[in-house]
């Protein structure tokens, strides 16, 4: 570095004496500026191109050293340009970044110092623009140029860890070499920049356990067989040093801890050969009797370990589990007695659980212990010769019957008497009573299987020297079962049998029950009555498993004959005595298909349809009856639709109606209508009248009478018209109806009423309603009985013509006519 600095400062000296005389461009004054490349480069701002030309700035130095600490502005360098001749009529000017607060320029000299001290780590360099001007004119001599200053490095920071401290682990026992980790350091100067920012690792503590490489920073262990339970942990002290680890450098430091993991390499070890442990002999079943432990220097699973009882003496007597505290946990399993046996000794070995295959060379991993246990006398409850009892008893037993007896005796050495109760809990206890002393159980009230079929009491036996221990046992005491009650069936068999049924058919199974017990009540017998055996109908065949079946012995039933038959049945118990009972059947005759599947079986059935229900009897009859409705029905609209049909005849006048739409003024024409018209005494009476709805024949007219002078009235009038009706023979054998009606004045036919027509002018010419036109063609004919083609003729030779009109309606009810 120093060498460095004496050679810029000797370069400076040179170009200050003008020993180094700058290069000059052309007369007319072009600009040109190296690029820098280490130094500075040649670069045009003003042209559409570059050319190369003489060098016309002459730049002395572009660096500038970090961190000066001296009194004097330090000197950066000197812009000066070929176009001065040295006369001090060249003006340079500086701009840029820090021009000002951090650097300054000469004007005249262009001479460029630092007035600051700089730091690289914060900015490596400055972008700065020069100009050279005419003091005179005022006129740039070249165009303006840019220049960079690079601050120069020194090594002024030293490496860091910036993940320290460090933490790592390394299995024990690796062999040496082993990767642990690595660690890295960085350097803030500049690495392009001599060797301020080259860094050498070193370990300064933790040696001869570990190493680490000196360009990476890798660590790993130098010492084989590293023992985690010599030594788990340790801390190494690693150095990172810039200028290669030469003197003089920087140095940072870190530390790194190193876990030495642990492996399976130590069996479980007891800490005695022999343990002693102690347990009194009334201790329940599963409970402890004492712990022992077996010491492994590993942790975690490569500690765990398990206990277990090597068969011999006295093993079967205890059991061991491991708990969380890897602990053996000695429990018993079975009961203690201290009279029969008052110690017990047997080994356990403990092995480890997790074994590393690479270190079985190392031994066994197990040990092996003997545990020793005295039994404790305590004064223990009398003992019952046996865990239960059961016993049994007639349910007929009389009061006092012995039924059995139970025993209990103390084991302890002093060998004190028992006495014996029965435990009340509850009411069927109090059928039984017990000896205090021999321990005989009776009877002291009557037994009834049926209610209670099973007793269970509970025997208590207490120490006379200790009242306070004693011991229950369960007594079960079965009460058997005398033949009291006779089998039956098991329930009401209704059965059938099918009129086609043939002989030896099987028609019903049937079984029974008995209230009795095994084994009075299991098996039973079935027969006919001996009065029965002649039978001709059914009989009884046993099938020897509790079951029999009803058979028929012949054939053709008929429900008209007889639909009902009673079958008495005989069933037998083995019981002593042997009871019976007889029970009925009823067997109904029934219609059955020819597959044997009921069809019916009520007698109503015998006149109905095979096969068919009464509800399916009745559904058919309304179905029937609806159909027979809904023929009526038809009939009628089609009878009332031919009638219907009748109208669109033009020759028969009974189905025309004539409709004459001239009608009159209305209630306010008086002229048109006149009440009196029907009510006028000079109507023409005649002796014998025509049906006007029918056209007249030849046949004889009924008589009709004139409308009497004394009853004008319009009501007294239409009745008498009825009864022309009613009595003429050759009216038509339906209803008709006859409209009356009067026109007004002015109508060419005048009026159509058949009030009028009965008037004085008896012998009208019916012939002029041959002169109305086509359409009163029929009508004339009716009257004037002639042919209706015959007024073609005559309606050419009408010469006036009445206005009317005229209707005609029928088949109305007699009702209608008012």
């Known amino acids: 570095m120093l060498t460095r600095n004496c050679s810029l400062l000797f370069l400076c000296f040179l170009l200050d004496k003008g020993l180094l005389?700058?290069?000059?461009?052309?007369?007319?004054?072009?600009?040109?500026?190296?690029?820098?490349?280490?130094?500075?480069?040649?670069?045009?701002?003003?042209?559409?191109?570059?050319?190369?030309?003489?060098?016309?700035?002459?730049?002395?130095?572009?660096?500038?050293?970090?961190?000066?600490?001296?009194?004097?502005?330090?000197?950066?360098?000197?812009?000066?340009?070929?176009?001065?001749?040295?006369?001090?009529?060249?003006?340079?000017t500086l701009s840029g970044e820090g021009v000002g607060s951090i650097f300054t320029i000469d004007q005249t000299t262009g001479d460029i110092h630092a007035v600051q001290s700089l730091d690289r780590e914060m900015k490596p360099f400055y972008t700065l623009r020069a100009q050279a001007v005419d003091l005179r004119s005022g006129r740039p001599l070249e165009p303006e140029s840019e220049f960079i200053i690079k601050v120069q490095d020194i090594n002024d920071n030293e490496p860091r860890f910036l993940d320290g401290p460090y933490a790592a682990s390394v299995p024990e026992m690796s062999p040496v070499g082993t990767y642990v980790m690595q660690v890295t350091a960085t350097d803030a100067d500049d690495p392009t920049y001599g060797n301020s920012a080259r860094i050498v690792y070193s370990i300064l503590?933790?040696?001869?356990?570990?190493?680490?490489?000196?360009?990476?920073?890798?660590?790993?262990?130098?010492?084989?067989?590293?023992?985690?339970?010599?030594?788990?942990?340790?801390?190494?002290?690693?150095?990172?040093?810039?200028?290669?680890?030469?003197?003089?450098?920087?140095?940072?430091?870190?530390?790194?801890?190193?876990?030495?993991?642990?492996?399976?390499?130590?069996?479980?070890?007891?800490?005695?050969?022999?343990?002693?442990?102690?347990?009194?002999?009334?201790?329940?079943?599963?409970?402890?009797?004492?712990?022992?432990?077996?010491?492994?220097?590993?942790?975690?699973?490569?500690?765990?370990?398990?206990?277990?009882?090597?068969?011999?003496?006295?093993g079967h007597m205890f059991d061991i589990v491991t708990n969380e505290h890897q602990e053996g946990i000695v429990l018993l399993k079975k009961r203690l007695d201290y009279e029969t046996k008052k110690s017990y000794a047997f080994k356990v070995e403990a092995s480890n659980v997790h074994l590393d295959p690479r270190f079985l060379h190392l031994g066994p991993f197990k040990d092996t212990a003997t545990v020793k246990i005295n039994v404790l006398d305590v004064d223990e409850p009398p003992v019952f010769n046996r865990p239960s009892y059961s016993m049994e008893v007639y349910e007929d037993a009389s009061f006092g019957t012995v039924i059995g007896s139970v025993t209990a005796q103390d084991l302890d050495v002093?060998?004190?008497d028992v006495r014996y109760s029965i435990?009340?809990?509850?009411?069927?206890?109090?059928?039984?009573?017990?000896?205090?002393?021999?321990?005989?159980?009776?009877?002291?009230?009557?037994?009834?299987?049926?209610?209670?079929?099973?007793?269970?009491?509970?025997?208590?036996?207490?120490?006379?020297?200790?009242?306070?221990?004693?011991?229950?046992?369960?007594?079960?005491?079965?009460?058997?079962?005398?033949?009291?009650?006779?089998?039956?069936?098991?329930?009401?068999?209704?059965?059938?049998?099918?009129?086609?049924?043939?002989?030896?058919?099987?028609?019903?199974?049937?079984?029974?029950?008995?209230?009795?017990?095994?084994?009075?009540?299991?098996?039973?017998?079935?027969?006919?009555p001996p009065q029965d055996f002649k039978d001709k109908n059914f009989t009884i065949r046993d099938y020897g498993n509790n079951t029999a079946g009803v058979v028929?012995?012949?054939?053709?039933?008929?429900?008209?004959?007889?639909?009902?038959?009673?079958?008495?049945?005989?069933?037998e118990d083995i019981g002593h005595p042997v009871l019976s009972s007889t029970g009925t059947l009823t067997v109904r005759v029934c219609a059955c298909d020819r597959g044997g599947l009921l069809l019916s079986c009520s007698a109503e059935a015998v006149f109905l349809p095979v096969g068919l229900s009464r509800g399916a009897l009745i559904a058919i009859?309304?179905?029937?009856?609806?159909?027979?409705?809904?023929?009526?029905?038809?009939?009628?609209?089609?009878?009332?639709?031919?009638?219907?049909?009748?109208?669109?005849?033009?020759?028969?006048?009974?189905?025309?109606?004539?409709?004459?739409?001239?009608?009159?003024?209305?209630?306010?024409?008086?002229?048109?209508?006149?009440?009196?018209?029907?009510?006028?005494?000079?109507?023409?009476?005649?002796?014998?009248?025509?049906?006007?709805?029918?056209?007249?024949?030849?046949?004889?007219?009924?008589?009709?009478?004139?409308?009497?002078?004394?009853?004008?009235?319009?009501?007294?009038?239409?009745?008498?018209?009825?009864?022309?009706?009613?009595?003429?023979?050759?009216?038509?054998?339906?209803d008709s109806l006859v409209t009356f009606a009067y026109e007004g004045d002015g109508s060419?036919?005048?009026?159509?009423?058949?009030?009028?027509?009965?008037?004085a002018e008896a012998e009208e010419d019916y012939r002029r309603l041959c002169e109305w036109g086509p359409r009163f063609q029929t009508l004339a004919g009716i009257f004037s009985g002639k042919d209706p083609q015959s007024c073609e003729a005559e309606r050419a030779a009408a010469a006036e013509t009445n206005d009317g009109s005229a209707e005609l309606t029928r088949d109305t009810t007699e009702e209608e006519q008012t």
């Open 748 to 759: 060419v036919a005048e009026s159509l009423s058949s009030i009028e027509s009965r008037g």
């Open 621 to 734: 009859l309304v179905c029937i009856v609806i159909l027979l409705v809904m023929v009526v029905l038809y009939v009628g609209l089609r009878r009332q639709k031919d009638k219907g049909t009748l109208m669109t005849s033009k020759e028969d006048i009974r189905d025309n109606v004539i409709h004459y739409d001239d009608e009159g003024g209305g209630e306010e024409d008086t002229n048109a209508f006149d009440i009196g018209t029907l009510r006028n005494p000079k109507a023409v009476v005649q002796e014998k009248g025509f049906c006007q709805d029918v056209r007249p024949g030849s046949g004889p007219r009924g008589a009709t009478a004139a409308p009497s002078q004394d009853g004008p009235d319009v009501r007294d009038f239409i009745q008498r018209r009825l009864q022309e009706s009613h009595l003429d023979s050759s009216a038509p054998p339906y």
């Open 205 to 314: 503590h933790g040696q001869p356990y570990f190493s680490v490489d000196p360009r990476t920073g890798v660590i790993r262990t130098a010492l084989p067989n590293m023992d985690r339970e010599v030594k788990e942990i340790y801390q190494v002290l690693i150095q990172a040093k810039d200028m290669g680890g030469q003197l003089g450098g920087l140095a940072g430091t870190t530390t790194v801890n190193i876990t030495l993991s642990d492996l399976n390499d130590n069996p479980p070890r007891f800490s005695k050969s022999i343990f002693h442990l102690r347990v009194p002999e009334s201790s329940p079943v599963g409970s402890a009797v004492g712990r022992i432990k077996a010491h492994d220097l590993d942790t975690g699973k490569n500690a765990e370990v398990e206990y277990y009882i090597v068969p011999g003496d006295g």
């Open 21 to 92: 005389s700058p290069l000059h461009s052309p007369p007319q004054g072009r600009l040109g500026k190296e690029h820098h490349r280490g130094i500075m480069g040649l670069r045009r701002n003003g042209g559409a191109g570059f050319q190369r030309v003489k060098r016309g700035w002459v730049w002395n130095q572009f660096f500038v050293l970090e961190e000066y600490m001296g009194s004097d502005p330090q000197y950066v360098g000197k812009l000066h340009t070929d176009l001065d001749k040295g006369d001090s009529i060249v003006k340079y």
């Open 423 to 528: 435990e009340w809990k509850r009411d069927q206890d109090s059928y039984f009573d017990i000896d205090p002393v021999t321990g005989t159980i009776s009877t002291i009230d009557v037994l009834d299987r049926e209610r209670i079929a099973k007793h269970n009491i509970s025997v208590v036996a207490t120490k006379v020297g200790n009242p306070a221990l004693s011991r229950k046992v369960p007594v079960t005491i079965n009460v058997l079962d005398v033949n009291e009650f006779p089998p039956e069936l098991a329930m009401n068999y209704e059965s059938f049998v099918c009129e086609n049924s043939k002989p030896g058919q099987v028609i019903q199974t049937i079984t029974a029950r008995d209230s009795d017990s095994p084994p009075m009540g299991p098996r039973f017998f079935f027969r006919s």
């Open 414 to 416: 002093s060998g004190s």
């Open 552 to 571: 028929t012995r012949r054939s053709g039933f008929r429900r008209r004959a007889q639909d009902l038959y009673l079958l008495p049945v005989v069933i």
